[in-house]
């Protein structure tokens, strides 16, 4: 049997967390915690020299454009991580350590300690992480001992209260990793990823219900195979951007598709990104969405350091935002939140 981690709810001091998942922000006039206006990207890694990072970058997705600026750091150099938020706090675990950081998005400051990951598992690489604002669930990944290995596993976290992370009973449909996810009120959507035996690529998509352990339920299928894609989500709408798929060699796609998380189906056509990109960091608040970074083609794969930025609500292509801080030659592998 595998397992999904949690963490018992007290209530913590804590600010949220985000990763592949997308973002979670508190929005006026709404009962979502799940996101606010201050987007985050922690943690990464360099392509040109593999340095992995430990800074924190930030930008307000509520302005038309920005540049995004220095919030301070996390506790140490990590990537291929992942981060969910409750609109107030965001928690970050990365791939290279058993510890878990949270900020406070309303204070400008380093990373602090949240607890540490104790499921036998150990660390995860490339798991995608949906959360309702109370609670954060880990899907797939790689897991330590057997790193080279997909697994189903699955992990939650209070995000509110300072905890560990421990581990529940339930499984993804299938066992896979470098996939993306989505959230709203309820539900957690996982999209996409590498499976196991033999290794391949997949259009899968499945989901939990947040507050309930269990195993997911199929929701539908993506329109490519693919992994490495980032998502973000609003209130109703689960959006997957970019991402690789294989066909006669490795193709970035340049496409955003979305889907009604309260419904199962197909993922649908929303446009497309300029440039193409993958490993991407998403942060949204309840109106756009924004993913930043990643690698990029026709560059040679260079990394980015571009913000891109669509309307949830509307279809239609990405636009260019911003950039992010100067001095780290973009970010790949990076992990996004937002909150106020």
């Given at each position: 049997?595998?397992?999904?981690?949690?963490?018992?709810?007290?209530?913590?001091?804590?600010?949220?967390?985000?990763?592949?998942?997308?973002?979670?922000?508190?929005?006026?006039?709404?009962?979502?915690?799940?996101?606010?206006?201050?987007?985050?990207?922690?943690?990464?890694?360099?392509?040109?020299?593999?340095?992995?990072?430990?800074?924190?970058?930030?930008?307000?997705?509520?302005?038309?454009?920005?540049?995004?600026?220095?919030?301070?750091?996390?506790?140490?150099?990590?990537?291929?991580?992942?981060?969910?938020?409750?609109?107030?706090?965001a928690?970050?675990?990365?791939a290279?350590?058993?510890?878990?950081?949270?900020?406070t998005?309303?204070?400008?400051?380093?990373?602090?300690?949240?607890?540490?990951?104790?499921?036998?598992?150990?660390?995860v690489?490339?798991?995608?992480?949906?959360?309702?604002?109370?609670?954060?669930?880990?899907?797939?990944?790689?897991?330590?001992?057997?790193?080279?290995?997909?697994?189903?596993?699955?992990?939650?976290?209070?995000?509110a209260?300072?905890?560990?992370?421990?581990?529940?009973?339930?499984?993804?449909?299938?066992?896979?990793?470098?996939?993306?996810?989505?959230?709203?009120?309820?539900?957690?959507?996982?999209?996409?990823?590498?499976?196991?035996?033999?290794?391949?690529?997949?259009?899968?998509?499945?989901?939990?219900?947040?507050?309930?352990?269990?195993?997911?339920?199929?929701?539908?299928d993506?329109?490519?195979?693919?992994?490495?894609?980032?998502?973000?989500?609003?209130?109703?709408?689960?959006?997957?951007?970019?991402?690789?798929?294989?066909?006669?060699?490795?193709?970035?796609?340049?496409?955003?598709?979305?889907?009604?998380?309260?419904?199962?189906?197909?993922?649908?056509?929303?446009?497309?990104?300029?440039?193409?990109?993958?490993?991407?960091?998403?942060?949204?608040n309840?109106?756009r969405?924004?993913?930043?970074?990643?690698?990029?083609?026709?560059?040679?794969?260079?990394?980015?350091?571009?913000i891109?930025?669509?309307?949830?609500?509307?279809?239609?292509?990405?636009?260019?935002?911003?950039?992010?801080?100067?001095?780290?030659?973009?970010?790949?592998?990076?992990?996004?939140?937002?909150?106020?």
């Open positions: 049997m595998d397992y999904i981690n949690y963490v018992k709810q007290y209530p913590m001091s804590m600010s949220g967390m985000g990763g592949p998942v997308g973002a979670l922000n508190y929005h006026s006039g709404s009962s979502f915690a799940l996101f606010g206006d201050r987007a985050v990207n922690m943690g990464g890694q360099q392509r040109n020299n593999y340095n992995y990072l430990d800074n924190i970058d930030y930008f307000n997705i509520a302005n038309s454009t920005g540049n995004a600026s220095d919030f301070g750091d996390i506790t140490a150099n990590q990537r291929s991580g992942g981060a969910a938020s409750n609109g107030s706090r928690i970050y675990n990365g290279q350590r058993l510890s878990v950081d949270y900020i998005f309303s204070t400008l400051s380093n990373a602090s300690d949240f607890g540490d990951v104790t499921a036998q598992s150990g660390n690489s490339q798991a995608a992480v949906v959360t309702d604002s109370n609670r954060a669930v880990w899907g797939g990944g790689q897991w330590n001992p057997d790193f080279g290995r997909t697994s189903k596993m699955m992990a939650c976290a209070s995000i209260v300072n905890s560990n992370i421990a581990a529940i009973s339930g499984d993804l449909t299938v066992a896979r990793t470098a996939l993306a996810s989505a959230s709203n009120a309820t539900r957690g959507l996982f999209h996409s990823g590498i499976a196991p035996s033999p290794v391949s690529r997949c259009n899968i998509m499945d989901y939990v219900t947040i507050a309930t352990a269990g195993n997911a339920t199929d929701f539908g993506s329109q490519y195979s693919r992994d490495e894609s980032v998502g973000t989500f609003g209130e109703t709408r689960g959006l997957f951007h970019g991402g690789i798929y294989q066909s006669g060699g490795f193709v970035t796609i340049n496409t955003t598709e979305y889907v009604v998380m309260d419904t199962t189906s197909n993922a649908i056509s929303f446009g497309s990104l300029n440039p193409k990109s993958r490993k991407m960091q998403g942060a949204s309840a109106t969405a924004t993913f930043s970074g990643g690698l990029t083609v026709p560059d040679a794969e260079s990394v980015s350091e571009r891109q930025t669509v309307v949830i609500m509307t279809t239609g292509n990405a636009a260019d935002f911003g950039n992010l801080t100067n001095g780290y030659a973009g970010r790949v592998l990076g992990s996004g939140a937002s909150g106020n």
